[in-house]
């Protein structure tokens, strides 16, 4: 019997884009019960990098947040254009002050 190399293994092919979309879907619920809960949501998408996915903030009016990885640029704009949130590019715009104070609030126990 010969050995097996690392990059010769088969890959899982039936697993990976099941749980890719079971991913998805809990990501787009996550987001769209932030929306609806929340007043003045605006949307912060951040570019990938070599090290990470895009990936889509949600900032409410008072600086709460969340943040989720998304599957690209393009479908972060979608998702903030049909439900339609303000969009900006999170590397030209930086992240609102609300959001650094909310941060301050929550470190502080206030």
Do not use: C
């Not at 709460?64 to 903030?80: H, I, L, M, S, Y």
Request: charged residues 25%; proline residues 3%; positive net charge.
């Amino acid at each position: 019997m010969g050995a097996v190399g690392w990059f010769s293994r088969k890959r899982d092919k039936g697993g990976t884009a099941g749980r890719d979309a079971v991913m998805e879907s809990a990501t787009i619920a996550h987001l769209e019960e932030f929306i609806a809960t929340r007043r003045g949501v605006e949307a912060f998408i951040e570019q990938p990098t070599t090290m990470t996915r895009a990936t889509l903030l949600l900032i409410a009016h008072d600086g709460e947040w969340t943040r989720r990885t998304v599957a690209g640029v393009d479908w972060a704009r979608g998702f903030a254009g049909k439900r339609g949130l303000p969009a900006y590019d999170a590397g030209v715009v930086g992240f609102p002050q609300r959001m650094r104070d909310y941060n301050a609030r929550r470190r502080s126990g206030h």
